[in-house]
């Protein structure tokens, strides 16, 4: 049995220990928000907070969660959510949208860190993330537009 | 052309496809075996609209939403006549019916950019023959004149008597009328939704985890199963041994099929440990030494030889044989995986007397006919639901429909829902590549440095022959995907031959966003420019001059230049280089500008792009599609290819199948021509210019023509 607190809930979970996060989340808890891209750390889709920090869940076992705090795209907190998702639509970011759920989570660990990121700690942030529609450009001025709106929100 | 029947009057809502009530209409096509059996519309909802009695109008898009931002387009095609409240419109996925069959393809699909201007007339003829409708209902209520009536965000408006009444409201009553035999359209002048940048449908749902892709879905007992494929193209499974794999907690079944061996789990994760557990024995058959470096000598030995004509002006031998001065140039592009970020997938869920399949497709028709055929089971009973798509690019038009068939067979086999998932590895291995190509040209140019001759030769694979599109593609001997925009040359060259060489088959081979034009455009712009040079002429003064009469691609070219500042001084390190091309329907140019490390990286700061698609329907959709465009392909022109050897697929991932990261996007800059030409497609046409536009600006920098693709830093280390 792992214990662990997923966006805000204690679960306890009967899976093996070596099964990556990823599934667990995505088919044992069925927060299907979180993706499968590449399954080795190279794109970014599967992008999760764990205790606040970014790790790709698609190589992390549920091991290395238990007793801690994983966040998934569908329990982001407010403060950050709400402004990156506002400026995801302003900007209409997505487009086909499968690594967008990464994209934002990566986005919102950038936020929490620097409050007034410039294009290059932009790209540095979101160099992981691979995005196929090529929306970089709008992930660019979504995150200017999110720390802006999170800056006049507080 | 199609008859408009109002489906709410044939028993359509009480079959449950809308149970509040009120006005369905869709069209049928005239003709079709459907048309004559009323029972079967109950089953297959022929609709394209729905408005609820609660005012909610529902658009039934048949078209799949990829990220190209149709599932918004076709909403405001049909909104924008109907006069409905934006805020009020949802869009949800057509089921499969011959109803909603391409207009120009007969088959219901998505590719070919063609969805616009496809469906331009048949969804606002939707939205303003129900609109006439609730206007009639409205005014027979009201006792007064229809044509005293407007419409405006979801409302019929009496001006003189002061009366107002919601489409929500007239939905019941209008759905018991007859539609008219003929409606006017607006004058685009009226357009208050159509050119305007509508923000996109879908976007809330992917900004929070919502949107429910293929590899989402999920259904009680469903088991989840990743398959061994055989590790050479055209392989055969000669032996296995599942002691090992059945060993692993979670594995449920090993299920061989045609494609290979099943493994079938509680979940992913235990499935790819019992893959990995498999103990299996190949046929590697006739493909099992195919090697790049010799696949490229043979190709070479190809175009040594005439090919199959595809086009001949004048006589190009006879005028090379006579110019001042001639060029020769090999051009090669690898093959190319299309690396969708959602891995293919398909959920079905074969019982005795019907199927279900849950899939992210381009290709609905096909798809079901081959999930009824693999199932055993008759069309009729085979629910085919569309799901977003991570992308598509093509690598979801599949003709032979393999990753629903996998899902089909493997489930129909365990008698339980299955969802076929495949891992990064299945998926860059897994073929279905933009064909390799080879291009073997020569051009002569007269005393005055002006284009004489021009012979192409091009070798590559056709994903069309032997395949049911075979009669509508190849033409005397011509597959149209292997030579377009190539035998379309819009030069005035006056001798001018293109042939085509089909290379042996083996490795499956797709559509690949822009198809043909993925490879030809690299070829013919960056061979153009090596004339222009040779002639010591400005590439766009050069390009301008033989464009003679085509004015649409001399448009989108001097406002690409324009926006590029072509000709402008430029920083140190820096140069500019252009391209133009037209495909499905759209002329494109764009001007690049790079710099070259010192170790030979190379930098592109920017692109400016112009478009003229014809008219217009959401600007930012094209701005959006020409972006992604152009990180497509840079992609293509800095980092991805396939490679063999030993018969197998050398690159596995992200980590050695590289794509284009967010640091190396350069600025896009897109001017969007404002045109009442013929109306062209945006989803693909952005692809072709960006690699000969980036080479072009590699040789003005730094004197080296780079002829194959990707570019190597290692050829312009300094």
């Known amino acids: 049995m792992t214990k662990l607190r997923v966006n805000g809930k204690d679960v306890t979970l009967d899976v093996s220990p070596d099964t990556p996060l990823l599934w667990v989340v995505r088919e044992t808890l069925g927060l299907t928000g979180t993706k499968f891209g590449c399954g080795m750390a190279q794109c970014g889709a599967c992008l999760v907070h764990l205790d606040g920090e970014a790790v790709r869940s698609c190589v992390t076992p549920l091991s290395r969660a238990e007793g801690r705090s994983v966040t998934t795209i569908e329990g982001l907190e407010p403060s950050l959510a709400d402004p990156l998702r506002q400026a995801w639509i302003l900007e209409d970011v997505p487009q086909c949208g499968y690594c967008q759920s990464g994209q934002i989570m990566a986005a919102a660990i950038l936020l929490k860190e620097n409050g007034k990121p410039d294009d290059g700690d932009i790209d540095d942030a979101m160099a992981g993330n691979i995005c196929r529609c090529g929306t970089y450009p709008r992930i660019r001025r979504a995150i200017h537009m999110a720390a802006e709106l999170k800056a006049g929100g507080k | ?718």
């Open chain 2, 1 to 718: 052309m199609s008859g408009i029947l109002n489906l709410s009057r044939r028993g359509f809502l009480k079959a449950g496809a809308l149970a509040g009530g009120g006005l369905v209409l869709g069209f049928r096509l005239a003709g079709t075996a459907r048309a004559q059996e009323p029972a079967a519309a109950v089953f297959a909802p022929n609709a394209f609209l729905r408005i609820g009695d609660d005012g909610r109008v529902t658009v039934i898009a048949n078209h799949s939403e990829m990220g190209q931002g149709i599932y918004t387009s076709l909403p405001m095609l049909l909104a924008e006549e109907l006069d409905a409240d934006w805020a009020r419109v949802r869009v949800e996925p057509a089921p499969v019916d011959p109803a909603y069959n391409h207009t120009a393809f007969g088959i219901q699909m998505t590719g070919g950019s063609t969805t616009t201007w496809s469906e331009w007339e048949r969804f606002r003829r939707c939205g303003a023959t129900a609109r006439a409708m609730l206007v009639a209902a409205a005014a027979a209520a009201w006792s007064v004149e229809p044509a005293t009536c407007r419409t405006e965000k979801g409302e019929v408006i009496h001006d003189a008597s002061g009366q107002r009444a919601s489409y929500g409201s007239l939905a019941e009553p209008a759905s018991k009328l007859d539609p008219p035999a003929d409606v006017k359209l607006k004058d685009p002048k009226d357009f208050t939704l159509i050119g305007t940048p509508v923000k996109r449908l879908d976007t809330p749902d992917k900004t929070n985890g919502k949107a429910i892709f293929g590899i989402d879905v999920t259904l009680p007992d469903m088991l989840v199963a990743v398959i061994a494929r055989p590790p050479v193209f055209g392989g055969k499974l000669k032996s296995f041994d599942a002691t090992r794999a059945t060993a692993v907690p979670g594995v449920r079944h090993v299920v061989e099929i045609d494609r290979g061996v099943a493994v079938v789990a509680d979940g992913f994760w235990q499935a790819k440990l019992g893959r990995d557990a498999l103990d299996l024995t190949w046929d590697e058959g006739p493909l099992a030494t195919l090697d790049t470096a010799t696949q490229g000598e043979a190709y070479a030995a190809q175009a040594a030889t005439p090919g199959a004509v595809a086009r001949n002006d004048g006589d190009a031998a006879a005028a090379l044989a006579g110019a001042a001065r001639t060029l020769e140039a090999v051009y090669e592009l690898p093959y190319l995986a299309h690396a969708t970020m959602e891995p293919m997938n398909a959920v079905a869920d074969v019982r005795q007397d019907g199927c279900d399949v849950w899939v992210g497709t381009q290709f609905q028709t096909g798809d079901r006919a081959a999930a009824a055929a693999a199932a055993g089971l008759d069309p009729a009973n085979v629910n085919l639901h569309t799901t977003l798509l991570g992308g598509g690019f093509g690598r979801r038009a599949v003709i032979d429909a393999h990753f629903v068939r996998e899902a089909v067979l493997v489930s129909k086999a365990v008698k339980k829902p299955v969802k076929v998932i495949w891992t990064r590895e299945d998926d860059v291995r897994g073929g279905f590549y933009r064909p390799r190509a080879y291009h073997a040209l020569k051009g002569g140019l007269d005393e005055k440095g002006d284009p004489v001759a021009w012979q192409q030769r091009i070798v590559c694979q056709s994903f069309i022959a032997g395949t049911p599109f075979e009669g509508f593609i190849i033409k005397n001997g011509i597959d149209g995907t292997a030579v377009e925009g190539a035998d379309d040359l819009p030069y005035g060259i006056p001798n001018l031959r293109v042939e085509w060489h089909q290379a042996p088959g083996g490795v499956p081979t797709l559509w690949w966003r822009s198809v043909g034009h993925s490879h030809t455009a690299f070829a013919v712009e960056s061979f153009l420019d090596e004339l222009a040079h040779a002639g010591g002429k400005d590439p766009l003064a050069f390009r301008l001059e033989l464009l003679g009469d085509n004015a649409r691609h001399k448009r989108v070219l001097q406002a690409a230049a324009e926006t590029g500042g072509w000709g402008e001084p430029i920083g140190p390190g820096r140069a500019r280089g252009l391209a133009v091309h037209a495909s499905f329907g759209s002329f494109i140019a764009q001007v690049a500008e790079v710099s070259v490390g010192e170790d030979g990286e190379i930098r592109v700061h920017r692109v400016s792009c112009a478009i003229d698609c014809g008219p217009v329907v959401n600007p930012d959709t094209i701005r959006a599609q020409m972006e992604g465009a152009v990180a497509f392909g840079l992609s293509a022109a800095l980092h991805s290819e396939i490679t063999f050897k030993d018969g197998r697929v050398k690159q596995r991932n992200f980590h050695d199948y590289k794509v284009l990261r967010i640091q190396e996007m350069p600025e896009v800059d897109v001017t969007v021509i404002q045109s009442t030409d013929s109306m062209g497609g945006v989803g693909e046409p952005g692809v072709p210019p960006v690699a000969p536009a980036v080479g072009n600006a590699i040789f003005q920098l730094t004197g080296k023509r780079l002829r194959s693709l990707p570019f190597r830093a290692e050829e312009l280390k300094r």
